[in-house]
């Protein structure tokens, strides 16, 4: 069973740009969670999609970025016209269900896609 | 809200010593607890959990122990080796929000 897969692995945009993350959570599950890892810092929650919707954005910047999950295909996370201060880790997730039960709970991360803004 | 206060790091040790890093949480509920650890240019990897008071999660020689009384769970190790180096994270889940609560990490390196 192949974990989570994250492309591209490192990432290269000039500022102004745009940047295409992609996400193909595990078999099975169909919830994705997007974090963003600055430098030295620890992770912080962007969103949390399931199949073609959005149900929490609440850590997602209100501009520039967007992140989606379609019916088919991996889970994107856009981020358009970057900055410099946009370079960090971006980490996908993916879970089997919504876990409304916390004991039988897990999140399963992806290596991460390393974006840096030059 | 939730939150997660870990233990500043760097924390440096010789091969074979003990292991303590230190993690308090706030949270409204009930939450799970996790620690996952971080290789140098990897992804996040569970290292272990708990998901109820008193529960003691243990992988790979670490443990840590859901203390409700003192909202902590510290991560242990008996005797650390070179490969044990890696950014530790602590994190919580209530299941009323659904996403992990991170704290900063920890930074343990192991030198011979």
């Known amino acids: 069973n192949a974990g989570v897969m994250q492309n591209p692995r490192h990432l290269v945009r000039r500022r102004g740009q745009e940047a295409r993350l992609r996400c193909s959570p595990m078999k099975g599950h169909s919830h994705v969670y997007w974090y963003r890892q600055l430098p030295e810092e620890g992770l912080k929650f962007m969103v949390y999609l399931q199949k073609e919707n959005i149900i929490d954005e609440s850590g997602m910047p209100k501009e520039r970025f967007s992140a989606e999950f379609p019916k088919e295909g991996p889970s994107i996370l856009r981020i358009q016209q970057v900055v410099r201060g946009d370079s960090a880790a971006y980490f996908c997730a993916s879970s089997p269900t919504s876990g409304r039960s916390p004991s039988s709970y897990e999140q399963y991360f992806g290596p991460g896609t390393r974006l840096t803004v030059t | 809200g939730n939150s997660v206060t870990q233990m500043e790091g760097p924390v440096t040790l010789s091969e074979e010593a003990f292991l303590t890093i230190n993690c308090t949480y706030t949270a409204t509920g009930y939450p799970s607890l996790f620690w996952y650890v971080q290789y140098p240019g990897e992804g996040l990897q569970l290292l272990l959990k708990a998901t109820k008071a008193d529960d003691k999660g243990s992988n790979k020689g670490f443990e840590a122990t859901y203390r409700k009384e003192t909202t902590s769970f510290h991560l242990e190790k008996g005797s650390v080796q070179v490969s044990d180096s890696a950014v530790y994270f602590c994190?919580?889940?209530?299941?009323?929000?659904?996403?992990?609560?991170f704290g900063t990490g920890t930074r343990l390196q192991v030198t011979l």
């Open positions: 994190a919580l889940y209530t299941g009323t929000a659904s996403k992990l609560t």
